[in-house]
Nanobody, 121 residues
């Protein structure tokens, strides 16, 4: 069973940057970041394959967020720049059952506890 722990959330002003980290114990394949805003469904943000040869971003994250991973350090990072109030959400790190990270959360079989990101206007 893979255990995931996120860190790096906080309160930031519009236009600022945050760096989220996810460390994992256990073997992982594709990794993804999802988020859930109050009153909304959880949505895909970014995903990275095990070898980092395929990276995918949601339309809202594309151009502002960067996902990366270091398999030697068992970590995945989400660099978030040019943050907007609509980015406010709980952000979750997830481990996929496949080599590639898909947008479907049903493909993920391990989740972290989440870290809160609040962007103030």
């Amino acid at each position: 069973q893979v255990r995931l722990v996120e860190s790096g959330g906080g309160i930031i002003q519009t236009g600022g940057s945050l760096r989220l980290s996810c460390t994992h114990a256990g073997d992982t394949l594709g990794m993804g970041w999802f988020r859930q805003a109050p009153g909304k469904e959880r949505e895909f943000v970014a995903g990275i394959s095990w070898g980092a040869d395929k990276i995918d971003y949601s339309e809202r994250a594309n151009g502002r967020f960067t996902i990366s991973r270091d398999n030697a350090k068992n970590s995945v990072t989400l660099q978030m720049d040019s943050l907007k109030p609509e980015d406010t959400a709980v952000y979750y790190c997830a481990s996929s059952r496949w080599y590639h990270a898909t947008r479907n959360e049903r493909d993920y079989n391990a989740w972290g506890q989440g870290t809160q990101v609040t962007v103030s206007s």
